[in-house]
């Protein structure tokens, strides 16, 4: 599919775009707030926004489930997740909405926006994002589950038993594999075998279908393609979405022990790409652009003064949430 076809309208272009920009946004200060010793550990999603964004705005937000990895900051941005909620997250405020920030950034569960990621141990999402949608078949709820994961999680015995199972029993679920080249730092030819990670569907007897993840036009249609076979009972997908990791690991990581850094030179951010594709069709115009930035800017500013100026969690509520009340 080219950039140029599409079914999204001008709207949803503007949609996507302010979602990229504040993905960028509230990535880069959460990883300014690490080094000034406010925020533990952030994994970053810079380069990931085209892929995390558009196939989360293809599926059905407030029906949809959404089973996420440490990553995925684009798709909490995308399902309405404000810039208070992720700094209370990753400087473990009082209030934050996923675990009441009791466990590692972005990680717990929203009920009420579908969002689930219970643990960052390297593909255990995967059985439980089909379990999800083992539920969904059997009660007949009409929901398609989404798992995201990375390229070294589909090396993970989680996800063959997982992909199995849901191919087996047609399950409405999409395996969205995030392959940025790199599990920490082994390559993917130290990974696998084959070229790409979506051969591996043919085993399981489902689709698997690799795709430019910064094309936010066909990570788009990919994704709606695929939800629309899982809503019609025809199972699971596999998309491969390849991508870049812009800065290393987490911020604990040193990538340059590891990988040619000059490699990054030569690949386009998927914001600028976006960008170009949205001023040639005259969605976007630099003015516009401006003060998008300069509003998304501000809003993170006005985020971040707010948080630092909230108290941590009492003390007297560590184990809530873990004992079930007798009240």
């Known amino acids: 599919m080219n950039i140029?076809?599409?079914?999204?309208?001008?709207?949803?272009?503007l949609q996507i775009y302010k979602l990229m920009l504040s993905c960028?946004?509230?990535?880069?200060?959460v990883w300014m707030l690490?080094?000034?010793g406010k925020a533990a550990i952030v994994a970053s999603a810079q380069g990931h926004e085209s892929a995390q964004i558009a196939s989360t705005v293809a599926l059905e937000i407030g029906k949809d489930v959404f089973f996420t990895y440490y990553r995925d900051l684009g798709v909490l941005i995308s399902l309405g997740?404000?810039?208070?909620?992720?700094?209370q997250g990753f400087t473990a405020k009082s209030g934050e909405p996923m675990s009441g920030a009791r466990q590692f950034p972005t990680h717990g569960a929203i009920p009420d926006k579908k969002l689930i990621n219970l643990s960052n141990v390297v593909g255990t999402q995967i059985p439980q994002a089909v379990g999800a949608a083992l539920s969904a078949k059997i009660k007949g709820t009409d929901e398609v589950v989404i798992v995201y994961f990375g390229d070294g999680a589909s090396s993970a015995g989680d996800c063959h038993e997982g992909m199995n199972f849901a191919s087996i029993h047609k399950l409405p679920i999409i395996f969205f594999c995030e392959n940025n080249g790199y599990a920490i730092s082994v390559p993917l030819n130290q990974q696998i075998a084959t070229d790409n990670i979506a051969s591996r569907a043919e085993g399981y007897g489902m689709p698997g279908t690799t795709i430019d993840g910064n094309d936010v036009n066909l990570v788009y249609e990919t994704t709606k393609l695929a939800s629309r076979r899982a809503r019609n009972g025809e199972?699971?997908?596999?998309?491969?979405?390849?991508?870049?990791?812009f800065l290393p690991h987490t911020s604990d990581d040193d990538h340059s022990r590891y990988r040619n850094l000059d490699e990054l030179s030569n690949k386009e951010d998927p914001i600028d790409i976006y960008k170009k594709f949205l001023l040639s069709n005259?969605?976007?115009t630099n003015d516009m652009f401006e003060k998008l930035t300069n509003q998304i800017n501000q809003e993170v500013d006005s985020a971040t003064e707010h948080v630092e100026s909230l108290p941590y969690p009492d003390r007297d509520t560590f184990d809530s949430h873990i004992y079930k009340s007798t009240e």
Do not use: C, V, W
């Not at 997740?81 to 700094?87: D, H, M, N, P, R």
């Not at 199972?235 to 990791?245: D, M, V």
């Open 4 to 13: 140029q076809e599409s079914h999204l309208t001008k709207n949803q272009h």
């Open 81 to 87: 997740l404000s810039f208070t909620a992720i700094l």
């Open 235 to 245: 199972g699971p997908t596999l998309i491969e979405a390849k991508t870049n990791r």
């Open 282 to 284: 005259n969605f976007l």
């Open 24 to 29: 960028r946004a509230i990535d880069k200060r």
């Open 34 to 36: 690490n080094r000034q």
